[in-house]
């Protein structure tokens, strides 16, 4: 972009997501992986970098989004393997866990997959799958509850680059709940 606000967003975007993609790499791969490590969390002088949180203690959008991931149990989409998104819940406690799951599509509004599943003490458990269609790019909200508490989540389906546009319009329809700053 050549605008420095859209330059800015966009830049905070791709972290975001990239950050977010990481996280859940590493949670949805549970036991062959086993975690990830951050040595960059805060700025520790006024510099563009990987930090979540810059100098002058103001969080990214990196922060929530990695937030949305970061709960103890999470439902989260995988990349696509044979045609198929797997929809894997991780569950890091030591209770087993219930709960129930609807992904949407952001701009049709069309559910693409719900239903109800048990994650077993500190395991994980595939939930069922979503059919690719690579010739699409769409953003998919993942809303799920586990026991009393809401929670999403939202996967990018497609090949990339992502256009702009869509990610901006697509980005009013999270459920990112910001701390007023």
């Not at 859209?6 to 791709?14: C, N």
């Not at 960059?40 to 002088?45: F, Y």
């Not at 009393?148 to 989540?153: A, I, Q």
């Amino acid at each position: 972009p050549k605008d420095l606000d859209q330059f800015i967003f966009a830049s905070q975007a791709t972290q975001a997501e990239s950050m977010k993609f990481f996280v859940e790499f590493w949670r949805m791969d549970k036991f062959r992986k086993t975690g990830i490590i951050w040595w960059n969390l805060r700025d520790g002088w006024p510099i563009i970098s990987d930090a979540i949180v810059d100098y002058y203690n103001s969080k990214k959008l990196a922060y929530y989004f990695i937030k949305q991931v970061q709960h103890d149990a999470c439902v989260m989409v995988g990349d696509a393997k044979e045609g198929q998104h797997p929809v894997i819940a991780v569950n890091d406690t030591r209770e087993e866990k219930s709960g129930t799951v609807s992904i949407k599509d952001a701009d049709t509004e069309e559910t693409l997959f719900s239903a109800t599943f048990d994650i077993p003490v500190n395991g994980k458990t595939i939930i069922g799958y979503i059919p690719e269609d690579p010739h699409l790019q769409r953003l998919w909200l993942i809303d799920y509850t586990i026991g009393e508490k809401t929670f999403s989540n939202h996967y990018l389906a497609g090949k990339a680059p992502f256009h702009l546009t869509d990610y901006q319009r697509w980005y009013d329809k999270l459920n990112i709940k910001r701390d007023m700053e």
